[in-house]
């Protein structure tokens, strides 16, 4: 069934009509069906036949081929399976650099034709990751993130009847009014769209979503099309998803371009358009990344911040959706998280003029919620290792042998030749029953430890959820704090239950995405706000 949860139900349909392939589909007879099934399966073999490719030993060393389906099949053509020992391999050996070419020109569409200065700023560019992963840039992008959470989270749901006055998200998550209390909503939709406006806000500016206000929804339909584009279908694909990837693409390009062009104007001393406001709640990294832009002389379609957009959003708003459902289906444990956040996850009184009153504050200290609650972090990581699948590719840049896992029964050497693709999904590893017990369970306390001093902590171990290597994503950090502080300020604010009671907390089937995947059907909620302690003598 196609996935369509995070539609709106009332949203106008601007998508090109499907009627077209309709007909086509009613029009496929059983053998038009059979031949599309087999035809692919005959050319497998039959061009496995005709290239005459060793899978046994080569050249008569003692490493073997590894087998490799045909090279013309999109991107897993000539890809492997392979352990994580080529991992440790130097990037002169296996590289990674020809891949984010690859990304940034099929992908997101950056033109061939900067290649030469991308070459000249390669290590400018990547040295400003370097200073996102680390003080004042990351505490600059965190303290907003922190700031923008604080004021959303306690406004999340409105409790309004009339559609018109509810948060995009709650619309885009099917809101249902229950009571002035009480609302009933998809718990994936709203927490991804959440997410999605705290970090793009944080990194871009708030003033990036009030213009584009569909950019959200624009980058979850681009990254769904992920595959087109890198197998390099155009536009004009007689497939729609793959006209909706480009369609999407371009509105992102649109949306990012014209910020470009705002921060050009802002930097040269020239009028920002009206709209931008006044630019001053952009990211440090945003900025620098402009100032590297403008240095060598870039064209403003050569600007590569979707590749910073993308990354971004998708990821973390998952990955929320997924800790809390995993937290909110054992209540023992919510109860357990609750406690150990609450003297970093403040919930405190409105003032009060007369019988007005304000709603509730909350206050978040994100760098405790990372080092100072072991049961907190512990549920993240173990909601990574489940639902993060990510794909690590490397181009081999000169014959090597790589000899497998040690723990592996039975242990043997790989030759890879150059020109090879190597293609590493991790979640073999981090689903394998050597290495983690009852692996596909959700263990609360996996990832937890007892310091020399008594104290618990937490250990990542072997997990590779944000991939490995030079590529090893470089939001991580962001990453880890944004989502411990939306997860611990969601669970100290609101009371979610199931909405089946008979069925309670369903976990639902994954679809494999980039790396967080998605809930193949969203977690439907009811959600009140909790009672707090001042509010409990007038309630009894
Ligand atoms: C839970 C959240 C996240 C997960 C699981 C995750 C996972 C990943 C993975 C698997 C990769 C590819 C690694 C490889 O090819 O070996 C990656 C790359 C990347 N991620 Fe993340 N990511 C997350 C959040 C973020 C955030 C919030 C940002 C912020 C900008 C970000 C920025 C990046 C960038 C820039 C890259 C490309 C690195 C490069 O090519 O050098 N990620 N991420």
Same mark, same amino acid.
């Given at each position: 069934?196609?996935?369509?949860?995070?539609?709106?139900?009332? $949203?106008?349909?601007?998508?090109?009509?499907?009627?077209?392939?309709?007909?086509?589909?009613?029009?496929?007879?059983?053998?038009?069906?059979?031949?599309?099934?087999?035809?692919?399966?005959?050319?497998?073999?039959?061009?496995?036949?005709?290239?005459?490719?060793?899978?046994?030993?080569? !050249?008569?060393?003692?490493?073997?081929?590894?087998?490799?389906?045909?090279?013309?099949?999109?991107?897993?053509?000539?890809?492997?399976?392979?352990?994580?020992?080529?991992?440790?391999?130097?990037?002169?050996?296996?590289?990674?650099?020809?891949?984010?070419?690859?990304?940034?020109?099929?992908?997101?569409?950056?033109?061939?034709?900067?290649?030469?200065?991308?070459?000249?700023?390669?290590?400018?560019?990547?040295?400003?990751?370097?200073?996102?992963?680390?003080?004042?840039?990351?505490?600059?992008?965190?303290?907003?993130?922190?700031?923008?959470?604080? /004021?959303?989270?306690?406004?999340?749901? %409105?409790?309004?009847?009339?559609?018109?006055?509810? /948060?995009?998200?709650?619309?885009?998550?099917? +809101?249902?009014?229950?009571?002035?209390?009480?609302?009933?909503?998809?718990?994936?939709?709203?927490?991804?769209?959440?997410?999605?406006?705290?970090?793009?806000?944080?990194?871009?500016?708030?003033?990036?979503?009030?213009?584009?206000?569909?950019?959200?929804?624009?980058?979850? %339909?681009?990254?769904?099309?992920?595959?087109?584009?890198? +197998?390099?279908?155009?536009?004009?694909?007689?497939?729609?998803? $793959?006209?909706?990837?480009?369609?999407?693409?371009?509105?992102?390009?649109?949306?990012?371009? !014209?910020?470009?062009?705002?921060?050009?104007?802002?930097?040269?001393?020239?009028?920002?358009?009206? %709209?931008?406001?006044?630019?001053?709640?952009?990211?440090?990294?945003?900025?620098?990344?402009?100032?590297?832009?403008?240095?060598?002389?870039?064209?403003?379609?050569?600007?590569?911040?979707?590749?910073?957009?993308?990354?971004?959003?998708?990821?973390?708003?998952?990955?929320?959706?997924?800790?809390?459902?995993?937290?909110?289906?054992?209540?023992?444990?919510?109860?357990?998280?609750? +406690?150990?956040?609450?003297?970093?996850?403040?919930?405190?009184?409105?003032?009060?003029?007369?019988?007005?009153?304000?709603?509730?504050?909350?206050?978040?200290?994100?760098?405790?919620?990372?080092?100072?609650?072991?049961?907190?972090? %512990?549920?993240?990581?173990? +909601?990574?290792?489940?639902?993060?699948?990510?794909?690590?590719?490397?181009?081999?840049?000169?014959?090597?042998?790589?000899?497998?896992?040690?723990?592996?029964?039975? $242990?043997?050497?790989?030759?890879?030749?150059?020109?090879?693709?190597?293609?590493?999904?991790?979640?073999?590893?981090?689903? #394998?029953?050597?290495?983690?017990?009852?692996?596909?369970?959700?263990?609360?306390?996996?990832?937890?430890?007892?310091?020399?001093?008594?104290?618990?902590?937490? #250990?990542?171990?072997?997990?590779?959820?944000?991939?490995?290597?030079?590529?090893?994503?470089?939001?991580?950090?962001? $990453?880890?704090?944004?989502?411990?502080?939306?997860?611990?300020?969601?669970?100290?604010?609101?009371?979610?239950?199931?909405? #089946?009671?008979?069925?309670?907390?369903?976990?639902?089937?994954?679809?494999?995405?980039?790396?967080?995947?998605?809930?193949?059907?969203?977690?439907?909620?009811?959600?009140?706000?909790?009672?707090?302690?001042?509010?409990? !003598?007038?309630?009894?």
């Amino acid at each position: 069934m196609e996935d369509d949860f995070h539609e709106p139900l009332t $949203a106008h349909d601007s998508r090109p009509p499907f009627s077209i392939w309709q007909s086509i589909l009613t029009r496929l007879t059983p053998n038009i069906i059979l031949a599309l099934f087999l035809g692919p399966i005959l050319i497998v073999f039959l061009t496995r036949y005709l290239s005459e490719r060793s899978l046994g030993n080569d !050249d008569g060393k003692k490493a073997r081929r590894v087998w490799m389906p045909p090279y013309w099949i999109p991107f897993v053509g000539h890809g492997i399976d392979f352990p994580g020992s080529v991992m440790s391999q130097k990037e002169s050996v296996v590289q990674f650099r020809p891949m984010a070419r690859t990304d940034y020109n099929k992908f997101f569409g950056i033109p061939k034709s900067s290649k030469a200065k991308y070459d000249k700023c390669w290590d400018e560019l990547n040295s400003l990751f370097g200073y996102f992963m680390k003080d004042p840039q990351l505490g600059d992008v965190l303290k907003r993130s922190n700031s923008l959470l604080e /004021q959303t989270i306690p406004q999340m749901i %409105s409790f309004v009847d009339s559609e018109i006055d509810l /948060q995009p998200w709650e619309r885009y998550a099917s +809101a249902r009014y229950i009571s002035n209390n009480e609302t009933e909503i998809y718990l994936c939709a709203m927490m991804r769209d959440v997410m999605g406006h705290t970090s793009v806000s944080a990194m871009f500016g708030s003033a990036l979503m009030e213009a584009y206000p569909d950019l959200l929804h624009d980058t979850y %339909s681009f990254d769904k099309g992920m595959y087109y584009l890198l +197998a390099g279908l155009p536009w004009f694909t007689p497939w729609p998803p $793959a006209i909706m990837a480009h369609m999407a693409r371009s509105n992102l390009w649109a949306a990012l371009d !014209d910020q470009q062009r705002a921060l050009d104007a802002l930097a040269e001393g020239k009028p920002v358009g009206y %709209s931008w406001g006044q630019l001053d709640d952009v990211s440090e990294f945003i900025m620098k990344r402009n100032e590297v832009y403008r240095k060598h002389n870039f064209e403003i379609k050569e600007r590569g911040e979707l590749s910073v957009l993308w990354p971004l959003i998708i990821n973390s708003s998952l990955l929320v959706y997924w800790q809390l459902l995993y937290i909110l289906a054992d209540p023992e444990l919510a109860d357990k998280i609750r +406690a150990e956040v609450a003297p970093y996850a403040i919930v405190e009184q409105g003032e009060s003029i007369g019988k007005i009153s304000e709603a509730p504050k909350l206050k978040l200290d994100h760098e405790s919620l990372s080092k100072r609650c072991p049961h907190l972090r %512990s549920t993240y990581l173990e +909601a990574l290792r489940l639902t993060s699948k990510p794909w690590s590719v490397r181009k081999v840049a000169s014959d090597v042998t790589i000899s497998q896992d040690k723990m592996s029964d039975a $242990a043997a050497s790989y030759m890879l030749h150059k020109g090879e693709y190597i293609t590493l999904p991790h979640e073999l590893h981090m689903t #394998d029953p050597k290495y983690f017990q009852d692996p596909d369970k959700f263990e609360p306390e996996r990832f937890l430890v007892t310091k020399e001093d008594g104290t618990l902590s937490t #250990d990542a171990g072997t997990i590779r959820p944000y991939g490995g290597g030079p590529s090893m994503c470089k939001g991580r950090i962001f $990453a880890e704090r944004e989502c411990l502080a939306a997860v611990a300020g969601v669970l100290m604010f609101w009371d979610i239950k199931a909405v #089946d009671k008979k069925a309670g907390w369903v976990i639902p089937k994954q679809l494999k995405m980039s790396a967080v995947s998605k809930p193949a059907q969203d977690t439907r909620v009811r959600i009140k706000r909790r009672v707090f302690d001042w509010e409990k !003598d007038t309630i009894l």
